[in-house]
């Protein structure tokens, strides 16, 4: 890469090892069996640190704000992170659940105390790396650093060997047709795959720029290992944003297709297609039989359609963040219902649509000033000295972009596409003379970066800490001592932050363990099951559930009333969902009342499409019934 220089003293030194330690670890870290979310608890708490650690550091990137600004895309990025953090606000604020949008949601705890640390983050970042070439090498190294371990875990993960999680969790189907779709670290294979294309062009960024054999060793070993964990994981998106990083990269550098290259390239078509072939790639090809199969990706443009129109009716501020869930539950076409009929969409699995719906059209403009902030970097680097390495760090960013049209951002993946964005805009600024920058300004940012760590320190320590303790109760349950559990959940619920909610999964383990416990303990753990069930009606992060929960509880004490009270209100909340309409028609049936179970039978038979053999054969039997 070009020039070295030193970090601004030592305090600079930290902020670089901080880059390593961020990046590679919310990448990688996991924590089964310690913390009850394993794979997101921990990156979510290193995402709050990191934030917060860039607070305390101002001093070692508030030095490179002039440089930054000095560039125009480095303003407009600014400016996008400014809109975003105001927008995330003012959204919560505004929230159908504010403790639910501050914590997070379970699946990625991405609310506002953590979009607060990313804003923190990027900012620190751009200003930090707008210093000198050698700084965005920094990250990008840690970024292929964490591309090769992950890429090499999933590989793992492919062939069969985890030591770190359950087999079973991301095996699909039985025989030849089973499809295995290796989450590595991420917990599900769309965000890992997203992931390991950042890691993927970083590695082809240092195989290309760096002067060290190490380093450029590092960066081929590590673009050869994500390309193939990406095509293994079995995710089209990812996929897609692979051939359109390296398209892009063709379509900018323009290289000479050498003899060497096309024999290169044909002995990899070769092996692909011998591996696809093979024994080893028999769980690949039963994932493209599932393409062909799947060819709409799961009704994926019925629920945009639906999510566009949540976003419609709240476009100033949206509903707020992570409340999706809950509050895409009346706009549930009935078209994506049939699609899938037991399925719940926690997103809207588009970057751009989470956006819209989560926070309205500021939260979507932020966003689209950002994604403009980075593509304006890179134009203004197309005669520059960094058009290299801008070229080199916008195939990543492409790659990413296209793979998340296609789902949501979690932590991790969250934290890769800003950082890439980041120093998107800061090549553009590495040649610029630093402009001056008013001390107020100055002064407001260091203020305000060093306001939020406190909050980011105590709301990280706060969520590892009711996790560890969650994941106790469980183990607990799992250890057959469910006596010894409820004395740990109350001290999860003393110690939890307001918008954690537990209460439905507890109810659901009480009533478990009290049908297999002792009569002496089976009518305690009922009763707190209860109390728990009852809760969760109050807070949820899916309200339908935790109503058919109920009824089904009261379903078993017998409670005829309440049981059918209970499914009425889930579902009053989910129009779309069949099953409290079938269980309400079974209640009614039992009770000899024909004439309202009948239409209840009806509207589940449409909202399956037929395709549930239990509703279908009731509602043929009760068509005929006059």
Known sequence: MADRE???????????MLIYGVLIGTALVVAPGMVMSYDVTPKVALVLLGGAAAGLLGASWLEGLGRLFADRAGKLLAVAIGMQAISAVVSTLGSLDPALSWVGAEWRRLGLATELALALWTLALACWAAASPARIETALRAMAIAGLVGGLYGTAQYFGFDPLQDPALYHVGEGRWTIVRPPGTLGHAAYFATFLLHGAFAGIALATTETGRGWRLLGRTT??????????????????????????????????????????????????????????????????????????????????????????????????????????????????????????HESPHNILLDAWTAQGAPGLLALAVLIGAAGLGLWDARESGSRKLAGLLAAGFVAALCSNQFIAFV??????????????????????????????????????????????????????RADWVLQRVRNRIVDGEPRQALTKYEQYLAVKPSGLYADLWFSREMMSAAASAPPEQAQELWANGRKAALRATERSETPQNAWYNL?????????VEGTQESLRAAAEIAPQWYKPRWMLAQVLLTTGDLNEAKPLVRRAYELTGGGNEEVRTAWERLENTR
């Open 551 to 559: 009824a089904t509880l009261q379903a078993e004490e017998g409670d």
């Open 6 to 16: 030193s970090y601004f003293g030592f305090s600079g030194l930290i902020y670089g």
């Open 411 to 464: 932590a991790a993946t969250k934290l890769y596409f800003l950082s890439q964005a980041a120093l998107l805009a800061a090549s553009g600024a590495v040649d610029r003379r630093p402009v001056a920058v008013s001390s107020g300004l100055r002064a407001a940012l260091r203020f305000s970066a060093l306001a939020a760590c406190p909050a980011l320190i105590f709301f990280s320590f706060q969520l590892v």
């Open 223 to 344: 673009a050869g290992v994500a390309a193939v964990a990406v095509v293994l994981s079995g995710t089209r998106s990812a996929i897609v944003g692979l051939v359109a990083g390296a398209l892009f990269l063709w379509m900018w550098f323009r290289p000479a297709l050498r003899p060497r290259t096309w024999v290169l390239a044909a002995a990899l078509a070769s092996m692909s297609v011998l591996f696809y072939y093979s024994p080893l790639g028999e769980r690949l090809s039963a994932r493209t039989r599932w393409y062909v199969e799947d060819a709409s990706g799961g009704g994926r443009l019925h629920l945009w359609r639906d999510a566009w129109s949540l976003g419609q009716d709240n476009w100033i501020a949206g509903t707020g963040p992570e409340t999706f869930s809950a509050a895409f539950l009346p706009y549930q076409s009935i078209e994506l219902t049939r699609v899938a009929p037991e399925r719940y």
